[in-house]
């Protein structure tokens, strides 16, 4: 059998510490999961737009993922430009996002005000980094998911 290509793509620390709770590095490209079908459309596209006004200079970290030839050869598989890093990025950080609803959803069951189920988030991901951007931008999520949940017939009625 012939060895896998390896590829290192560029991406955020706090993404990479996300990824490595739900996945085994170095990634074997698959078709199975979320991860593997975006960055599989991702790598096979082939004239995609190149804007190299998006910075990378936020991806100080990379995580290696394994190419089987046959993608590579058969299914001209290729390597990502800045762009296609950027997206790949955005697509894990809202998978993130998204993630921590549920996190925050199940921490108020188990007793848990929703503050401090967000810091335990921020944490658990080293997303702190001296700022609170990161505690708003998840509340501000968490609450928009939770209105959008409330169904308009479920409220209470009016006391004459």
């Not at 999520?141 to 209470?156: D, G, H, L, M, V």
Request: aromatic share 14%; with cysteine; proline share 5%.
């Amino acid at each position: 059998m012939t060895e896998p290509f390896r590829v290192a793509i560029p991406i955020r620390p706090h993404l990479k510490a996300f990824l490595q709770d739900i996945y085994d590095f170095p990634y074997v490209l698959n078709q199975k999961d979320d991860i593997g079908i975006f960055l599989y459309h991702l790598l096979r596209r082939r004239k995609f737009r190149d804007r190299k006004y998006y910075s990378l200079e936020g991806c100080t970290d990379s995580i290696d993922v394994l190419i089987s030839r046959r993608y590579v050869i058969r299914e001209g598989v290729m390597l990502l430009n800045d762009y296609q890093v950027h997206l790949f990025n955005s697509y894990i950080e809202d998978m993130m996002e998204r993630h921590s609803i549920t996190w925050i959803r199940s921490s108020e069951k188990s007793g848990m005000t929703n503050k401090e189920a967000i810091y335990q988030w921020m944490e658990m991901y080293n997303l702190d980094h001296g700022s609170s951007d990161w505690y708003h931008r998840i509340k501000k999520q968490y609450f928009r998911y939770r209105k959008s949940k409330i169904k308009p017939n479920t409220a209470p009625p009016a006391v004459p």
